[in-house]
């Protein structure tokens, strides 16, 4: 996935999730791009592998509602997930 065609930087296995690693897309402009981010999603999905991403200022979580409820609780928290 390019960057200048997807407006979008994806940093793989950032963290772990129950011993699952989990992918973060960010921006790499104003915001990820619709056909990015729904290409990233229909993988994701597939593959059953776990993500975050962008849009905006709001993390989104995508992956089983128990992944996404631990991370946005998280999040609101001000937890820090990975670091740079």
């Given at each position: 996935?390019?960057?200048?065609?997807?407006?979008?930087?994806?940093?793989?296995?950032?963290?772990?999730?129950?011993?699952?690693?989990?992918?973060?897309?960010?921006p790499?402009?104003?915001?990820?791009?619709e056909?990015?981010?729904?290409?990233?999603?229909?993988?994701?999905?597939?593959?059953?592998?776990?993500?975050?991403?962008?849009i905006?200022?709001?993390?989104?979580?995508?992956?089983?509602?128990?992944?996404?409820?631990?991370?946005?609780?998280?999040?609101?928290?001000?937890?820090?997930?990975?670091?740079?």
């Amino acid at each position: 996935m390019r960057p200048d065609k997807s407006n979008t930087i994806l940093l793989v296995a950032s963290f772990a999730w129950h011993g699952m690693p989990v992918d973060v897309a960010v921006p790499a402009g104003a915001a990820i791009k619709e056909k990015a981010l729904a290409w990233l999603q229909h993988f994701y999905a597939e593959q059953k592998r776990l993500l975050i991403f962008k849009i905006d200022e709001e993390w989104y979580a995508f992956g089983p509602p128990a992944f996404q409820h631990d991370i946005r609780s998280r999040l609101q928290r001000g937890e820090i997930l990975w670091s740079n």
